[in-house]
C-alpha cells in the first residue's frame, strides 16, 4: 500500500508546486497553456511511444482488454445519454465529460498501483492502448474541428478523415506498436533522448493542473451534480462493470478479474485536462473531476480489491 500512497503523494506534490508557484506569480495562465502544449505535442508522444515499444503484447491482444473496452464504452454511453437528454450539452462538451468519465490515468497512477496490487506493471498496457487507439484519435479530431469551426479556418471531409493520424500522440502510439511488433531494435541514444522528452509530460501535465487550481473558479463552482455523476461513473461504476464482465460474463481467471477491476477504477487522468485546454472546451470540469476522483481513487481501488477477492 506503501507505494500507491507515494504514487498519489508524487502526483498531489508536483501539482501542489503548480499551485505554489501561481501563486507567487512566478507561472501564470499563459504559462499554464505553454506546460499543457509541450505536454501535448512534445511529451506525451514520446511517451506512448516508450511506453508501448516494450508493453507485453500477451496482455494488449488478449481476452482481458474486450473486458476493458466495453466497461470504458459502457461508461462513457452513459455519460453521453445524460449529457444529451438531460444536461443538453454541446458536442464540445460531450467530448471532455465524456474523457472524465472513463479515461484512466494509467500511466503515472496506474504503474504504482498495478506494481503494488497486481505484481505486474504490464497490466497497463491493454488499458493505455484501447485509449491511444480508439478514445484519444475521435474525440480529438471532434476537438480539432469544433476549434476550426470557431477560429473560420476552412475544413474538409478528407482533413476530418485524416486528424487521427496526424495527431502527435496517436503517431507515438502507432510508432510503438510497429517497433513492438517488429522487434526493431533501436540504438540506446535514441531510446534514451525518447525517454528523456517523454519525462517532459507526466510533470508538465501536473504543474499546469496545480496553475489552473490557483488562476481558475475553485472546485465544485461549475455544475455540481455533473462533475459528481462523472466521478462516480469513473471509480465506481465503470470498474463495477468490468467486474461483473470479467467474472460472470467472460468467466475469467481470478488473477485477470482483479487486474481489469482494478484498472478500470483507477482516476481520470492528467491527459483529459490537457485534452480541454488544447479543445477550449470544459476545462473546470476536466479538472474538478481529476481533482475528486484522484482522491476518492484511493478508498475505492481499495475496495475493489476486497471485493474481487470476496467475490471471485
Given amino acids: 500500500m506503501a507505494d500507491v500512497l507515494a504514487g498519489f503523494f508524487t502526483i498531489w506534490a508536483v501539482i501542489g508546486l503548480g499551485w505554489a508557484l501561481a501563486q507567487l506569480k512566478v507561472l501564470d495562465e499563459s504559462a499554464q497553456r505553454l506546460l499543457s502544449k509541450v505536454s501535448f505535442l512534445v511529451g506525451l508522444p514520446a511517451l506512448l511511444f516508450s511506453s508501448l515499444r516494450v508493453a507485453e503484447l500477451g496482455r494488449i491482444f488478449s481476452t482481458n482488454v474486450v473486458v476493458s473496452l466495453i466497461a470504458i464504452f459502457a461508461t462513457l454511453g452513459i455519460y453521453q445519454v445524460l449529457a444529451m437528454v438531460v444536461w443538453k450539452r454541446s458536442a464540445g462538451h460531450q467530448v471532455i465529460g465524456g474523457f472524465a468519465s472513463c479515461y ?16 505486474d506493471t504490464s497490466w497497463v ?3 493505455l492502448l484501447i485509449q491511444v487507439v480508439f478514445l484519444q484519435p475521435v474525440g480529438l479530431s471532434i476537438l480539432d474541428a469544433l476549434v476550426a469551426r470557431r477560429q473560420g479556418r476552412p475544413t474538409s471531409w478528407l482533413s476530418n478523415a485524416t486528424l487521427p493520424v496526424r495527431n502527435p500522440m496517436t503517431l507515438g502510439v502507432l510508432a510503438g506498436l510497429v517497433v513492438n511488433l517488429l522487434d526493431v531494435p533501436l540504438p540506446t541514444v535514441v531510446t534514451d533522448t525518447i525517454s528523456l522528452v517523454g519525462g517532459i509530460a507526466v510533470p508538465a501535465m501536473l504543474l499546469a493542473f496545480g496553475i489552473s487550481l490557483r488562476l481558475g473558479p475553485l472546485p465544485g463552482q461549475g455544475n455540481v451534480t455533473e462533475t459528481v455523476t462523472v466521478s462516480v461513473l469513473k471509480v465506481v461504476v465503470q470498474p463495477l462493470i468490468a467486474l461483473v464482465l470479467a467474472h460472470w460474463v467472460f468467466h475469467l481467471d481470478p488473477t485477470t478479474v482483479l487486474a481489469v477491476t482494478v484498472m478500470a477504477g483507477l482516476p481520470t487522468a492528467q491527459n483529459v485536462f490537457v485534452f480541454a485546454m488544447r479543445g477550449e472546451q470544459s476545462v473546470q470540469l476536466a479538472r474538478d473531476a481529476i481533482f475528486i476522483t484522484s482522491f476518492a481513487s484511493i478508498p475505492t481501488v481499495t475496495m475493489l480489491a476486497a471485493l474481487v477477492h470476496a467475490v471471485v
Fill in 104 to 119: 484512466v490515468n494509467a500511466n503515472n497512477m496506474g504503474l504504482p498501483i498495478a506494481n503494488y496490487v497486481l505484481h
Fill in 125 to 127: 498496457a491493454p488499458i
